[in-house]
């Protein structure tokens, strides 16, 4: 109960230092003159060394078990640090470098959050504390973002985001100092097993999550511009889809929180929902009620990754669980922020992307992960295998095709550089012999 109440905690201090900095920071990039598209390849960048970050975690998991608690405080700190220098200049590279810092710190930190929550609690524990911390995030989310609204209304212009940033970071260590009094002794030398067992089921609930993550992502990423571009909405509506989504979202936790994993089902037809709705509905303010609708059946969606993961602990790991769960968050950005960048303003392709990435989700959960299956489970356990190693059989391939391609390309250039260097001394002893 002490370590669920810190854990609370600290997320309750997050949730009001990140609508302080994270949420406003394209206002503030944007109202220092930098352009859509530098901050889309800022956030490219970030992401890219963040999940290459990740990737690396993965595959050396050992720096994650040791000296835990000096590791953990740096990257907690870190991350809330370096919002700072970011808001002190608007020098692009300084900005660039360290949004790039405090990205990669919140991908350690993540890691090490999951791997506290994993070794310290059984699958009931770790429910019941997820829920919590969802349910406290958004509840201060809120108040964290009423704040910004009023500080950006009467601060001096020349030092309101100064003064916002500054004040967030501050708040964010106060999150940190309750993290600090958290018991990490279960965190040091984690058992780390020499494979996972199941891989196949292992690649199905991380295929599933990061389809719904990304859909998730890519409909956060435009729906705000499509409801003031399009429909004509005024800003306050285009706030208020946030608003009822991190409101809608307090009562998913409390829903989905005890719900047997069967009942998730629910919660993977209704998402689909929500993009239909945003295309067929012309009126601005119902689309607040649609962001409420999805803040409850898109949690429901994210929890039975997040549960699923705790169900089989024993069998992935908790270190690698742990990592999977922060490299999926990192991946199912990248891959959502070139949907923006290459079709633009074309809102309808935007809305059907996110529609077939929900539909592929669901057709992964429905179809291979045996606790939600609508076939039975021996079926979804093999059609979760063959889609393993289908992909195992397709990367294979590929890597081994380019590869190839490389060493021909290679090849081709070598020989190329011969016969320029043959021509050159041919033209060398042409010359000589004419003299």
Partial sequence: MRLKLILTLEIAFAGIYLALTRSLLVIYLTSIGLTVGYISAMVVASSTASLILSIILYKFPRFVTR????KFLLAHAGE???WIPMVLTSNMYVITLSYMILSMSSTILGVFMNLLIYSSFDEAGIRDVTAKRTAAYNFTNVIGSILSIFLLAILPPEVKFQIIFITGSLIGLLSTLMISLADMS??????????IERPEQFFSISSFLLAFLTSNNLLGIFWQPYLMNVLNAPDYVAAGINFAGTFASILGSALWAKRSLRTFRIALASVILT???AILIPIPSAHIGISAFNGVVGTGAVFLGNFLFARYLSRFGVLRSSIIMVLLSNLSQLLATPFGIIFGQNYMILFISVLLLMISSNFL????????AVVPAHA???YSYLLYTTSLTG???IVETTMEAITLTLR???LTLVLIILYILYRLVWFLATI
């Fill in 380 to 382: 979804a356990r093999t």
């Fill in 412 to 414: 081709l250039l070598a």
């Fill in 186 to 195: 279960k965190m040091e030398g984690v058992e780390i097993p020499p494979a």
């Fill in 67 to 70: 000296r835990v608690r000096v």
């Fill in 80 to 82: 809330r640090i370096f």
């Fill in 275 to 277: 993009p239909i709705a």
């Fill in 395 to 397: 990367y294979s391939f």
């Fill in 365 to 372: 959960a429905l179809l291979t992960i045996p606790e939600v």
